[in-house]
C-alpha cells in the first residue's frame, strides 16, 4: 500500500509562485505514473499534469506554460512548481500514484489559494 502526502501548499498573491511536493513511501516509486490534480469548491477533479516513469510530461491546456512537473526518483517525490498563478488556481491540490496493474494512490490534498 503506497502512501502519498503532499505540502507546499499555501495563500498567494496573483503572479506568485508555489511548489508542491508529494512524498511517496514505498520502494517502487519510479514505476509509478504519477499525476496532480485539482479540485476547487464545488467543481470536479480535473488533472493538471502527469509524469511517466520514463520522465514524460503532459499538462492541462490551462497551466501549459505556467506548471512544470518534475520527479526525483531517488526521493520518492514528485514536484509541481507553479508560477504565474491566478485567481482561478485556486484549488485543493491532489497527488496520485498509477502503475501498470491498475493500482491507484491518492494522497489527502494541499489547498492552495490565490488571491490578494
Known amino acids: 500500500q503506497e502512501q502519498l502526502v503532499e505540502s507546499g501548499g499555501g495563500l498567494v498573491q496573483p503572479g506568485g509562485s508555489l511548489r508542491l511536493s508529494c512524498v511517496a513511501s514505498?520502494?517502487?516509486?519510479?514505476?509509478?505514473?504519477m499525476t496532480w490534480y485539482r479540485q476547487a469548491p464545488g467543481k470536479q477533479r480535473d488533472m493538471v499534469a502527469a509524469?511517466?516513469?520514463?520522465?514524460?510530461?503532459n499538462y492541462a491546456d490551462s497551466v501549459k506554460g505556467r506548471f512544470t512537473i518534475s520527479r526525483d526518483n531517488a526521493k520518492n517525490t514528485v514536484y509541481l512548481q507553479m508560477n504565474s498563478l491566478k485567481p482561478e488556481d485556486t484549488a485543493v491540490y491532489h497527488c496520485?500514484?498509477?502503475?501498470?496493474?491498475?493500482?491507484?494512490?491518492w494522497g489527502q490534498g494541499t489547498q492552495v489559494t490565490v488571491s490578494s
Open positions: 509524469i511517466t516513469s520514463a520522465g514524460s510530461t
Open positions: 514505498g520502494t517502487v516509486f519510479s514505476i509509478y505514473r
Open positions: 496520485n500514484a498509477g502503475d501498470a496493474g491498475g493500482h491507484v494512490y
